[in-house]
């Protein structure tokens, strides 16, 4: 074998390592949303525990000392690299993940990833110090040739990136896949569908881990040893660019992103026999990278691959004039609309059924305070099932805060919260939706990126494929027949069918509030918490979401609705409650609240009220 073939073989095996990082990377800022700034420890992390499993204890040699030495073979010293980065990660994900925003965990990750580097370096009976471990022998590195062991080495990493992609496909397409982009995207929206957001979110973080320390390890095997110094944080920064290069959250943009820059940019240079030394090549390679980085956020922001929507069979044309129709046809009409039907239909797993209870929600002195201020001041309420409760009141006067702790978006207040004679006082909001006591958000919420059936269809609970073992190894594709089916019933009596394909991003105000509830009620909801469920909708719209809303009562589902416009609060709620300042000043039909001094004077005082309607 001459130079060249050694020096591609060397290429191929790199290639492919690189597109491994890469992937792992993207599993957790692609898929999960996690920009973690100290990948590149991850694979570190897989590389030393290689090293330190592969080779043999320290004691025999003078001046070298790390942990470990077992002087274990292939894949054994590898499976250790990963198991021992995985649970690295998982350490990381505990530490950094409780109620960090996005940025502050970047900056989290970054000291982190800074500080074990310099551990590594400083405390030298680690890994040896500055002067890192050498002497890992390859898998069969002993008994072959050593052009034989090249090729050998270059198809093992390449076997390894195919696997990878394999799984990675598997579970980016899968239902558990459509969970992670969720959690990227809207962390409180996942948990608000029932899924605990931050157990998912772990999870994509530990799967990226087991692939960074899979490079790491595979590194390590190849080159024979490692030292901190090729672990610089800059490393990061190059596979950061080679992902947003190549589009994250699919696999052709992360292969093609380390492809393009990292084998053709970075290692390119090297066969064009650019007049560069190794110590400034580093400096190049980043200069490279950002370079990169500018460019692409300039032309293409999403890459070269961008992410694409998902697609259910049978795909639809999202500009359908006859759906069009149908959906002004069930929009304007007040019956064709089977909502209360379909949700009759489905046999519920009701707390509210296997209780006694004739009260749905019933809140007792709940207290809430932002910084010595009570944004809700002891406030005792009890909303019978299937009543349609009414909450309004001036801004500021508490009424969004309240149903914070009601959904357990704030669990952190004083009193009480019983659901369906439930205690659920403190619970989280994942805990509390898979309840089917829903909410929405004053401001609507939604996954922009993916498409409206994507939206509801997320929502639907008991989708074989979200569990792992499911996602990788399961027959997910057939049973998703059974949720799509039913979200696309949804659509239809929602009247946004032709509109099953379009970004929820791209929806109208009240196109998006009316996608909010079919997602709602792809739940089976047993009490829904509307916040402002009107506001950025038009005029024309709303009659509209009045019929979907009288249809959510006459289904038997409790609403409870925050909201401003009191011609709309007389026409669909039975009972009002009027807040102000942080309590309940009174209580009853609209006719009793006209006629009720404490309420007129809080209306009085606030602006934004026409307090003649009262
Ligand atoms: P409403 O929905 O009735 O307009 P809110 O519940 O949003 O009222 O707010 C009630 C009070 O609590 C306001 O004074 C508001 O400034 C305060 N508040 C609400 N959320 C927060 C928060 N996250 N941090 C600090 N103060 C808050
Ligand atoms: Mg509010």
């Given amino acids: 074998m001459g130079a060249l073939d050694y020096f591609l073989l060397t290429l191929l095996f790199f290639g492919a390592v690189n597109a491994l990082q890469v992937l792992g990377f993207d599993m957790q800022f692609g898929q999960v949303g996690v920009v973690n700034l100290a990948y590149i420890l991850l694979v570190a992390i897989g590389a030393y525990a290689t090293a330190i499993a592969s080779v043999q204890p320290a004691g025999h040699i003078i001046a070298v000392t790390y942990i470990g030495g077992f002087g274990w073979g292939f894949p054994w010293n590898l499976l250790f690299g990963i198991a021992v980065t995985v649970a690295a990660a998982f350490l990381l994900s505990t530490i950094a993940f409780r109620r960090l925003r996005y940025d502050y965990l970047a900056l989290v990750l970054v000291s982190v990833g800074e500080a074990v580097l310099l551990l590594a370096t400083n405390q030298t009976n680690i890994v040896n110090g500055e002067t890192g471990i050498v002497g890992v022998t390859g898998p069969l590195q002993n008994s072959l040739s050593n052009s034989a062991w090249y090729i050998f080495m270059s198809l093992l990493a390449v076997a390894a990136l195919v696997v990878m992609c394999i799984f990675y496909w598997r579970v980016e397409s899968s239902p558990l896949g459509r969970l992670f982009k969720g959690v990227r995207e809207d962390e409180l ?100 990278a950002g370079i990169a980085i500018l460019a692409i956020l300039w032309w293409r922001p999403q890459g070269l691959f961008p992410e694409k929507k998902e697609k259910f069979l049978p795909s639809l044309n999202s500009r359908d004039v006859s759906k069009e129709k149908a959906d002004q046809n069930v929009l304007a009409s007040d019956e064709g609309y089977d909502l209360a039907q379909e949700l009759k239909n489905i046999e519920k797993v009701s707390v509210l059924e296997n209780l006694d209870g004739q009260m749905a929600i019933e809140i007792s002195n709940l207290v809430k305070s932002y910084g010595g201020v009570a944004a809700v001041n002891g406030v005792s309420l009890s909303i019978p099932r299937g009543a349609f409760y009414g909450i309004i009141g001036p801004n500021g006067s508490g009424k969004s805060t309240l149903v914070d702790c009601i959904s357990g978006v704030v669990r952190d207040y004083e009193g009480s919260v019983q659901f369906g004679g439930m205690d ?37 609970h008991d989708q074989p494929g979200e569990k792992f073992l499911q996602a990788v190894f399961g027959k997910w594709r057939t049973a998703q027949s059974g949720p799509v089916a039913r979200a696309r019933e949804l659509l239809v009596s929602y009247g946004l069918s ?32 509307l916040d402002e469920p009107f506001a950025g909708v038009s005029p024309i719209q709303r009659a509209q979401l009045t019929r979907r809303l009288m249809s959510l009562k006459d289904a038997g589902v409790t609403v409870v609705m925050i909201e401003h416009r009191l011609e709309l609060v007389e026409q669909l709620c039975d009972r009002i409650g009027v807040m102000a300042e942080g309590r309940i000043i009174a209580e009853g039909t609209m006719e009793e609240l006209r006629s009720d001094k404490a309420v007129l004077s809080a209306y009085l005082g606030s602006v934004g009220y026409d307090e003649a309607r009262m």
């Fill in 189 to 288: 929206l996942v948990d608000s569908i029932g899924r605990n957001s931050a157990r998912l979110k772990s999870m994509g973080f530990l799967l990226g881990a087991a692939c960074a320390g899979l490079a790491g390890g595979l590194l390590v095997l190849f080159i024979g040893g490692w030292s901190v110094g090729g672990w610089q944080p800059g490393e990061t920064f190059i596979i950061v660019a080679a992902l947003i290069l190549g589009g994250r959250g699919r696999i052709t943009g992360a292969l093609v992103g380390a492809f393009v820059l990292m084998e053709l940019f970075l290692q390119g240079g090297s066969l064009l026999k650019l007049p560069v030394s190794p110590v400034t090549l580093p400096v190049y390679q980043q200069l490279i």
């Fill in 424 to 460: 659920i006082t403190g619970w989280p909001v994942h805990k509390i939706s898979k309840l089917g006591l829903l909410r929405t958000f004053q401001t609507s919420r939604l996954f922009g990126p993916m498409s409206s059936l994507s939206n509801v269809v997320i929502a639907a």
């Fill in 498 to 529: 032709s509109r099953e394909n379009a970004y929820a991003a791209e929806l109208s105000g009240g196109q998006r509030r009316l996608l909010e509830l079919a997602r709602l009620s792809i739940m089976h909801p047993v009490a829904v918490l």
